[in-house]
Each structure stands twice: as structure tokens, then as C-alpha cells.
């Protein structure tokens, strides 16, 4: 029976480590030369085999790292500057530091950069927070009433959302215009609404809206519309705007008084704008 050449190498093999560590191993070329088993000849060549390849394995990625670490000392001594350069530079910086006054320079360390960043971040959010708290709308106060079991009752009850708004409208005081004027601010207004023509904001602008309210339902008066789109927002909404956005309880936060001044204000300001 002929011997395969891979069985010959494997048996070199085994022979040269046997040699290297001062062991005798008698292998044969086939299992029938030895009457040994197969199985057992075979592990010991690929035990063999794969020390072989580990060495060599080791060795070759010794050289690879060899090689690497010996290019990239060759790069930085061709690249870095050498002791004379160095001085060099020092000797022109010294001069340039004689030549011009000295100046305090702030310099931020690395220990110092993680609290430099927090701080910078807390300003950051601070900014955000009270950006976003001045565009939400803040309730507002009702005004003082006379005292008088009439007072109670008109404090204690919000302004009606529904019924007739011609006789409701027609109920309230009497306008204030420049108290409407400070309402439109400190009631929130200011926040969602614009005064300038074409500017939109949260909400539709207040430009020329006294007589833009006179269209919007057939049957309304501006007065009227004004008011139930103050009251109970969402009864009709505006083209191109989302309902829901507008805060729903000025019923219950402003009075008459306050009402009329908001109602008197836009008729005045913001009513034949060119």
C-alpha cells in the first residue's frame, strides 16, 4: 500500500518534534506497517500539524509587527523636528514674548472642561425653559368688583359660552381700549397672535381682525365672534389652523370688564388697517 504525502509530512513532522524534545516516537508510514490504530495515528499528526502551525503563525505575526512598529519610527524620525529645530522655535518664541506685553490669557485645562460644559449646557437649558415658558399663556386675575350680593354673583359665575351673543355682548360694560391693550400682554395673547399683517404665529394675527371677524360666519357680528372665539374657541376654527391650541378657559379667568376692554382694543386698533 502506497503512503500518501500527506501522511509522509505529518510523520516528518512528528519525528522533528520528537528530536526537539528528547523523546523517541516510532511512527509508521501506514497502520498496517505498525498494527497501530488509524484513529490514534491520525490525532497524533493533527496535534502535531497544529503545533506546527501555531508556531508559525506566531512567528509571522511577530515579523507583521515587527515590520509595522519599524515603519512608524521611521515616519516619526523623519517627520518630528529635531533638538536643533526645537530650539529654534524656542529662542523665536522668547523673542516674541519680549517684543509684545504680556497679556492675561484665560486657559481652560482638560480637569476643568467637563464643568465648563455643564455650565454652558444648564445656560442653555435655562434659555430654552424660559423661552418656551414666555410663549405659553398665563392666566390672568379678574379685576376688582363692587361689593354687593350683585358683585357675588358675577364673580362667582364664568362668562357663558353659549345662548345669544348679540344680548350677551350687548350686557357687558363698557371698554377700556388701552386696558384691553395691556391684556392682550399679560393675558397671554401676545405669545400665540401677531399685530403684523401676514406674520403668523401659534394663531391667526390680530391684523385688520375686527373686520376679518365680521366675515368669518354668516350671521355674526365681529363683536360677537370676537367673543365666542375668546370663550369657547374651538366653535369655529380657522382654515389652516389646529383646534385645541387656543387655551380653553379664559371663560372663567376673565370678567366682563376685562372682556369689553379685549373687545373695545380690537375694534380700535385693529379694525380699517390699510
Same mark, same amino acid.
Given at each position: 500500500?502506497?503512503?500518501?504525502?500527506?501522511?509522509?509530512?505529518?510523520?516528518?513532522? *512528528?519525528? $522533528?518534534?520528537?528530536?526537539?524534545?528528547?523523546?523517541?516516537?516510532?511512527?509508521? $508510514?501506514?497502520? *498496517?506497517?505498525?498494527?497501530?490504530?488509524?484513529?490514534?495515528?491520525?490525532?497524533?499528526?493533527?496535534?502535531?500539524?497544529?503545533?506546527?502551525?501555531?508556531?508559525?503563525? +506566531?512567528?509571522?505575526?511577530?515579523?507583521?509587527?515587527?515590520?509595522?512598529?519599524?515603519?512608524? +519610527?521611521?515616519?516619526?524620525?523623519?517627520?518630528?523636528?529635531?533638538?536643533?529645530?526645537?530650539?529654534?522655535?524656542?529662542?523665536?518664541? /522668547?523673542?516674541?514674548?519680549?517684543?509684545?506685553?504680556?497679556?492675561?490669557?484665560?486657559?481652560?485645562?482638560?480637569?476643568?472642561?467637563p464643568f465648563v460644559f455643564s455650565a454652558i449646557g444648564f445656560v442653555a437649558c435655562l434659555i430654552i425653559?424660559?423661552?418656551?415658558?414666555?410663549?405659553?399663556?398665563?392666566?390672568? #386675575?379678574?379685576?376688582?368688583?363692587?361689593?354687593?350680593?350683585?358683585?357675588?354673583?358675577?364673580?362667582?359665575?364664568?362668562?357663558?359660552?353659549?345662548?345669544?351673543?348679540?344680548?350677551?355682548?350687548?350686557?357687558?360694560?363698557?371698554?377700556?381700549?388701552?386696558?384691553?391693550?395691556? /391684556?392682550?400682554?399679560? $393675558?397671554?395673547?401676545?405669545?400665540?397672535?401677531?399685530?403684523?399683517?401676514?406674520?403668523?404665529?401659534?394663531?391667526?394675527?390680530?391684523?385688520?381682525?375686527?373686520?376679518?371677524?365680521?366675515? #368669518?360666519?354668516?350671521?355674526?357680528?365681529? #363683536?360677537?365672534? /370676537?367673543?365666542?372665539?375668546?370663550?369657547?374657541?374651538? $366653535?369655529?376654527?380657522?382654515?389652516?389652523?389646529?383646534?385645541?391650541?387656543?387655551?380653553?378657559?379664559?371663560?372663567? /379667568?376673565?370678567?366682563?370688564?376685562?372682556?369689553?376692554?379685549?373687545? *373695545?382694543?380690537?375694534?380700535?386698533?385693529?379694525?380699517?388697517?390699510?
Amino acid at each position: 500500500m502506497s503512503v500518501s504525502i500527506g501522511s509522509r509530512v505529518c510523520a516528518f513532522a *512528528a519525528a $522533528a518534534v520528537a528530536t526537539l524534545i528528547g523523546t523517541e516516537v516510532a511512527l509508521a $508510514a501506514s497502520p *498496517a506497517q505498525t498494527g497501530g490504530s488509524a484513529v490514534f495515528d491520525n490525532l497524533i499528526f493533527v496535534v502535531i500539524g497544529g503545533v506546527l502551525m501555531a508556531l508559525l503563525a +506566531s512567528v509571522a505575526g511577530g515579523v507583521v509587527i515587527a515590520v509595522l512598529a519599524n515603519s512608524v +519610527s521611521r515616519f516619526f524620525r523623519r517627520n518630528l523636528p529635531t533638538d536643533e529645530e526645537m530650539a529654534e522655535l524656542r529662542s523665536e518664541l /522668547l523673542q516674541t514674548d519680549r517684543r509684545w506685553p504680556r497679556q492675561i490669557r484665560l486657559e481652560i485645562g482638560p480637569s476643568a472642561e467637563p464643568f465648563v460644559f455643564s455650565a454652558i449646557g444648564f445656560v442653555a437649558c435655562l434659555i430654552i425653559f424660559s423661552l418656551a415658558l414666555s410663549a405659553v399663556p398665563q392666566p390672568v #386675575r379678574g379685576e376688582a368688583m363692587p361689593h354687593g350680593e350683585g358683585a357675588k354673583a358675577t364673580e362667582t359665575s364664568a362668562l357663558p359660552k353659549e345662548g345669544d351673543f348679540g344680548k350677551i355682548t350687548d350686557g357687558l360694560p363698557k371698554g377700556n381700549p388701552e386696558n384691553g391693550a395691556r /391684556l392682550f400682554n399679560t $393675558a397671554g395673547c401676545v405669545g400665540c397672535h401677531s399685530q403684523k399683517k401676514g406674520e403668523r404665529l401659534v394663531g391667526p394675527s390680530f391684523y385688520n381682525l375686527w373686520d376679518t371677524a365680521s366675515t #368669518r360666519v354668516p350671521g355674526m357680528s365681529a #363683536r360677537e365672534y /370676537l367673543y365666542q372665539s375668546i370663550v369657547d374657541p374651538n $366653535a369655529y376654527v380657522v382654515e389652516g389652523y389646529q383646534p385645541g391650541l387656543m387655551q380653553q378657559n379664559y371663560a372663567a /379667568l376673565l370678567s366682563p370688564q376685562q372682556m369689553a376692554d379685549i373687545l *373695545a382694543w380690537i375694534e380700535e386698533r385693529h379694525s380699517n388697517e390699510p
